[in-house]
């Protein structure tokens, strides 16, 4: 477990759900990952991620997925792609990340 923080630091990671509309493969990464374009809904609109979990998933297979991500980090250059959120996910037993998912909520829902 990592060292406890007050409540109202969490209150200041926005973390919201929205739909993955487009995925493409980023050969250009140090590592493998995938460029991901997620829909947070009229408030926040279109954001772009690069995610690091082509161990389980394809960018075929990620479209319409439910995410959840951070969206309030400010935007990282990775090679040449600009990731603005971060994605969320969980490692698995053998180290592979699974996406975190809500559910059917609302694109841009806000983590209650």
């Known amino acids: 477990m990592t060292d406890t923080i007050a409540f109202e630091d969490f209150l200041k990671v926005d973390i919201r759900c929205g739909t993955i509309i487009d995925a493409q493969p980023f050969p250009e990464a140090r590592r493998p990952a995938i460029k991901l374009w997620v829909d947070f809904g009229e408030e926040i609109g279109v954001r772009?991620?690069?995610?690091?979990?082509?161990?389980l998933y394809t960018p075929e297979?990620?479209?319409?997925?439910?995410?959840?991500a951070?969206?309030?980090?400010?935007?990282?250059q990775i090679g040449p792609f600009?990731?603005?959120?971060?994605v969320l996910?969980?490692?698995?037993?053998?180290?592979?990340?699974?996406?975190a998912s809500p559910g059917e909520v609302p694109n841009g829902?806000?983590?209650a």
């Open 48 to 55: 772009k991620s690069s995610a690091q979990i082509t161990d």
């Open 61 to 68: 297979g990620l479209t319409g997925r439910k995410v959840m």
């Open 70 to 76: 951070v969206v309030n980090f400010p935007p990282r």
């Open 82 to 86: 600009m990731s603005e959120v971060l």
């Open 89 to 99: 996910g969980f490692p698995d037993a053998q180290d592979r990340i699974v996406l």
């Open 109 to 111: 829902s806000r983590l």
